[in-house]
C-alpha cells in the first residue's frame, strides 16, 4: 500500500511539473510574438511611475506689451521635496531662479510662490529650527519688463536640492525674444 501512495505522489508531482513547463512555454511564446516596442512598454506591476523625484515645465504668458509673466511649474514625485526661496534660513539649496545680467529687460518683483509655503520642521535634514520646505506641486512667477524692441537671449538656470535624494539639481533655461515672439524655456545643449 506504502508503494502505491508513493507513486501515486510522484505521478501528481510530475504531472504538475510537466502542467508549470507548458505554462511558461506559453507565456514565453506569446512575448515571442509581441513585437519589442510593446513588452517594454507594458507595466507588470501597477502604474507606470516618474524615475524623476520631480518635473519642471515652464511658460510664459504676455500682460501687456512690455511686461510678461514667467511661469515655473514644480511638479513633485515620490515624496520628494525642497526648501521654499521664502525660507529665511541661509540654503544653499533653497529653490532659486537666477538670470544673468542684460540690457534687455528687468526683473519686478520678487519670484511669487502659489500655494504659499508653510514652516516645517523636518528632522531628516538636521534642520535646527522651522524651515519653508515644500512638498507638493507649486508655480513661481517672474515678472519681467521688457527694455527694449531687439532681439535678444538671455541665459540663466533654476536650482535647488531636492530630497530625500540630497542632490543640488541646476536646471539651464533662457528667455529668447525674436521676430516680436517670446520663448521661456529649458536649454537642453
Request: charged share 25%.
Amino acid at each position: 500500500m506504502k508503494k502505491l501512495i508513493l507513486s501515486l505522489c510522484i505521478l501528481i508531482f510530475l504531472s504538475c511539473k510537466i502542467d508549470r513547463l507548458k505554462t511558461e512555454s506559453n507565456i514565453e511564446s506569446n512575448f515571442a510574438q509581441l513585437p519589442k516596442s510593446e513588452i517594454s512598454t507594458q507595466s507588470v506591476y501597477g502604474p507606470n511611475l516618474p524615475t524623476q523625484p520631480y518635473d519642471i515645465k515652464l511658460d510664459i504668458h504676455k500682460l501687456s506689451n512690455d511686461f510678461y509673466d514667467l511661469d515655473i511649474q514644480m511638479l513633485l514625485y515620490n515624496d520628494a521635496y525642497y526648501a521654499s526661496p521664502n525660507a529665511k534660513r541661509d540654503l544653499k539649496g533653497k529653490f532659486t531662479f537666477f538670470i544673468n545680467n542684460n540690457e534687455s529687460f528687468i526683473l519686478n518683483k520678487n519670484l511669487v510662490e502659489t500655494p504659499l509655503s508653510n514652516k516645517k520642521f523636518n528632522s531628516s535634514t538636521n534642520d535646527k529650527g522651522l524651515t519653508n520646505w515644500v512638498g507638493v506641486d507649486m508655480s513661481y512667477k517672474q515678472r519681467i519688463q521688457i527694455t527694449t524692441t531687439e532681439d535678444f537671449e538671455v541665459r540663466g538656470y533654476i536650482q535647488f536640492t531636492i530630497e530625500p535624494r540630497c542632490t543640488l539639481e541646476k536646471i539651464p533655461v533662457f528667455i529668447q525674444y525674436k521676430n516680436g515672439v517670446m520663448k521661456f524655456e529649458i536649454d537642453k545643449c
